[in-house]
Nanobody, 124 residues
Framework: QVQLVESGGGLVQAGGSLRLSCAAS????????MGWFRQVPGKERAFVAA????????SYAASVKGRFTISRDNAKNTVYLEMNSLLLDDTGVYLC?????????????????WGQGTQVTVSS
């Protein structure tokens, strides 16, 4: 498994932007598919975005496509989530996840390691 630590969350007005980071430990970071999920109290963990080993394949939830961008820097063992045009519904705890495999998947159960999350609050 890999250890994950998220950062970059905060309070932002609707229409604003935030950049989340997820730092991973371990020398095999480049072998993991990385994902971002959003957790809201009382709701299931929701897929946001995922990226493959080399960064050439990405997947997004329909609700964030065109607004969010996932990227990774394997030299820095870090994955990013650039969030633009934020909406009130984007509010939640954003969790970074890693899975050992090739497929870029949206199912939380497919991921092996999870961070603690970083809170994003979008205000009107």
């Amino acid at each position: 498994q890999v250890q994950l630590v998220e950062s970059g969350g905060g309070l932002v007005q609707a229409g604003g932007s935030l950049r989340l980071s997820c730092a991973a430990s371990g020398r095999t970071f480049s072998q993991y598919v990385m994902g971002w999920f959003r957790q809201v109290p009382g709701k299931e963990r929701a897929f946001v975005a995922a990226i493959n080993w080399g960064g050439g394949s990405t997947s997004y939830a329909a609700s964030v496509k065109g607004r969010f961008t996932i990227s990774r820097d394997n030299a820095k063992n870090t994955v990013y989530l650039e969030m633009n045009s934020l909406l009130l519904d984007d509010t939640g705890v954003y969790l970074c996840a890693a899975r050992a495999g090739r497929a870029v998947l949206a199912t939380p159960g497919a991921y092996d390691s999870w961070g603690q999350g970083t809170q994003v609050t979008v205000s009107s």
